[in-house]
């Protein structure tokens, strides 16, 4: 069962997803927050797998929750999607810094949304690499200047080259293909990669590709 924790300040908008996550048979609604602090406060005492956070909220907004709840050993089981009006909201990449998993549109289709919930609780990031592709280049200039390029932290060199290609938004099989190797390997080198980094899934890989200098805005491929 995943267990989902609801955090907007709208209730219509916690109602609506409630009733769409509530009809599935693997995905449980276990708490509702009105504000950021409820949020974090929530999902200390449920332990959540994923977290549905709105940015913009009262008392704590919504990136300030997710740092929180990214920070709390004990909550690092727990993931964090991103709710947002527009599919290239500012915040949205300052969320990431923080820590989210990756972000869904409010009027995203029902069916979208429960995969999306899917895909995070089952580990992976929540990034479409379309999204990735114009996200990514639009803000991460904004948010921070890019370091000078970066070396590869330890990294082997396919493991860059794959890191690399992740950063400019291509799925796993586009990776794959462009290697001449196969998904699962590739799947299994980002493995490797997040824990060499200690980063927690594919979109912080994304976040410290860009930050690092690695890649740049612009740089898609």
Known sequence: MIRVLLADDQRLVRAGFRSILGG????????????????VRLALRDRPDV?????????????????????????????VVILTT???????YGALRAGA????????????????????????????????????????????APAPAAGSDGLTRREAEIAD????????????????????????????????LRLRDRAQLVVWAYESGRVRPGWLG
């Not at 693997?26 to 927050?33: G, N, R």
């Open 101 to 144: 998993s990756g972000f869904l549109v409010k009027d995203t289709d029902p069916i979208e949304l429960i995969r999306g919930v899917r895909v995070v609780a089952d580990g992976d990031a929540l990034l479409a690499p379309s999204v990735t592709r114009r996200l990514i280049a639009e803000f991460a200039a904004r948010v921070t």
């Open 24 to 39: 599935e048979p693997d995905i449980e609604v276990v708490a509702e927050a009105g504000d950021g602090s409820d949020a």
């Open 165 to 196: 290609l992740v950063a400019t938004g291509r799925s796993n099989d586009e990776i794959a293909a462009v290697l001449a190797i196969s998904p699962a390997t590739v799947k299994t080198h980002l493995t490797r990669i997040l824990a060499k």
């Open 51 to 79: 977290v549905l956070m709105d940015v913009r909220m009262p008392v704590v907004d919504g990136i300030a929750a997710t740092r929180q709840i990214v920070a709390d050993a004990r909550l690092a089981a727990v993931r």
């Open 86 to 92: 527009f599919d290239l909201d500012e915040y949205v």
